[in-house]
């Protein structure tokens, strides 16, 4: 099946600091990757919708300043946190389609932020 | 936009016996609903999907209903066993690429 990584799996930072997130999709390209946040016991809240050479689309209550998400290739997409703050602490993962289908994605294993 | 809400939020069963999970949608362009699996820790994994054009779909012990009438949709695991204790997702989207809108998920504890 399709494979999609993350980088790091998990990151400890200071407040002020800005802290990237990879996402590769390892054996397949990916048109459209999509960036989730998920807090403890919480469902998963879309973030933004990356798509390759383009501008992503941000949720509503999303700061685009604040999450740069840069889909340079169609095998890579990055999100950065920018100025983290403690309340930015999360787990953020990624999901991409593959190119044979148009419905199914898959996850990466997301991403355990902790801003101190 | 899309507003899926899940039910119910935890759900404890004895191991033999049958789980039932219920999402509704409020979008009827919405045409294709998964669900996923996640376990602690992990990322959440497709276990069986169902798209608009059909009512019923079944895959082993897993199935998935929908009405789209009534704008629901419904995962029944049968002889449920203690790997199967996980939180598990509903979503919906458009297809094609589209944005997923997610339930907020099913706490599901199987006690052997």
């Known amino acids: 099946g399709a494979v999609v990584s993350q980088h790091p799996s998990r990151v400890i930072c200071k407040s002020g600091t800005s802290v990237k997130i990879e996402c590769r999709s390892l054996d397949f390209q990916a048109t459209t990757m999509f960036w989730y946040r998920q807090f403890p016991k919480k469902s998963l809240m879309l973030m933004a919708t990356s798509n390759e050479g383009s501008k992503a689309t941000y949720e509503q209550g999303v700061e685009k300043d604040k999450f740069l998400i840069n889909h340079a290739s169609l095998t890579l997409s990055t999100l950065t946190v920018t100025s983290a703050h403690p309340e930015d602490s999360s787990f953020y993962i990624c999901s991409a389609f593959t190119s044979g289908s148009t419905d199914t994605q898959y996850f990466g294993p997301g991403t355990r932020l902790t801003v101190l | ?112």
Not at chain 2, 7 to 16: A, D, M, N, R
Not at chain 2, 33 to 44: A, H, I, S, V
Request: some cysteine.
């Open chain 2, 1 to 112: 936009g899309e507003n899926v809400e899940q039910h119910p939020s935890t759900l404890s069963v004895q191991e033999g016996d049958s789980a039932v999970i219920k999402c509704t949608y409020s979008d009827s362009a919405s045409n294709y609903f998964p669900w996923y699996k996640q376990e602690l820790g992990k990322r959440p994994q497709l276990i069986i999907d169902i798209r608009s054009n059909v009512g019923e779909k079944k895959d082993q012990r897993i199935a998935v209903t929908l009405n789209k009438t009534a704008k629901h949709f419904s995962l029944h695991i049968t002889e449920t066993q203690p790997e199967d204790s996980a939180v598990y997702f509903c979503a919906a989207s458009m297809g094609n690429f589209n944005k997923f809108y997610f339930g907020s998920g099913t706490k599901l504890n199987v006690k052997p």
